[in-house]
T-cell receptor, first 118, second 109 residues
Framework: GAVVSQHPSWVICKSGTSVKIECRSL??????MFWYRQFPKQSLMLMATSNEGSKATYEQGVEKDKFLINHASLTLSTLTVTSAHPEDSSFYIC??????????????FGPGTRLTVL | GQNIDQPTEMTATEGAIVQINCTYQ??????LFWYQQHAGEAPTFLSY????GLEEKGRFSSFLSRSKGYSYLLLKELQMKDSASYLCAVRDGDYKLSFGAGTTVTVRA
């Protein structure tokens, strides 16, 4: 159980276009989903926290108008990178926290999406 | 803010033991996690500590000292497949995880 999927697994786009990344919890309901970004040889950096039915909370330095997050249901959150530029090229990873969280291992990670902006 | 430090790289021989240290200074503490991450893949959960002491789980053990802001991950009987990056992460009261930069472990035959 506790499987999180991401789609697409990789995407290449032209500079100036927008890209949408989906994060789904397949076998549990996720009240909270987290979006991370990881540059090569660096650690995961939390971008935003997404709660179902409410606005996302962004970390300092993350532009909310550039990285649009929608958490429309308990099993789906989307991250849209608007007007992408080469510096947005990165590995984007989501994680989901179960609505029944009680176990210490309550954040389950998706497989990640590799974004390359040309 | 959060400050989490761990060594950048470690190399060990197959069958040996390796200890990865992690020190942290964080504004809140609600548990420390260790994750394994292979290149291009998502992190996978290895261990969790919230109280002081040692947690053992097969070939992997993790230790925590909250007063010292210190943890280590111990990998025993190293196998080639253990070559990966190991991430130390601290959870705060809002369930946010702050990650260290990761330690790349290379296991040699």
């Amino acid at each position: 159980g506790a499987v999180v999927s991401q789609h697409p697994s990789w995407v290449i786009c032209k500079s100036g276009t927008s890209v949408k990344i989906e994060c789904r919890s397949l076998d549990f309901q996720a009240t909270t989903m987290f979006w991370y970004r990881q540059f090569p040889k660096q650690s995961l950096m939390l971008m935003a926290t997404s709660n179902e039915g409410s606005k996302a909370t962004y970390e300092q330095g993350v532009e909310k108008d550039k990285f649009l997050i929608n958490h429309a249901s308990l099993t789906l959150s989307t991250l849209t990178v608007t007007s992408a530029h080469p510096e947005d090229s990165s590995f984007y990873i989501c994680s989901a926290r179960s609505a029944l969280a009680g176990d210490h291992n309550e954040q389950f990670f998706g497989p990640g999406t590799r974004l390359t902006v040309l | 803010g959060q400050n989490i430090d761990q060594p950048t790289e470690m190399t060990a021989t197959e069958g040996a033991i390796v200890q990865i240290n992690c020190t942290y200074q964080t504004s809140g503490f609600n548990g420390l996690f260790w994750y394994q991450q292979h290149a291009g893949e998502a992190p996978t959960f290895l261990s969790y500590n919230v109280l002081d002491g040692l947690e053992e789980k097969g070939r992997f053990s993790s230790f925590l000292s909250r007063s010292k802001g210190y943890s280590y991950l111990l990998l025993k009987e190293l196998q080639m497949k253990d070559s990966a990056s190991y991430l130390c992460a601290v959870r705060d009261g809002d369930y946010k995880l702050s990650f260290g930069a990761g330690t790349t472990v290379t296991v040699r035959a």
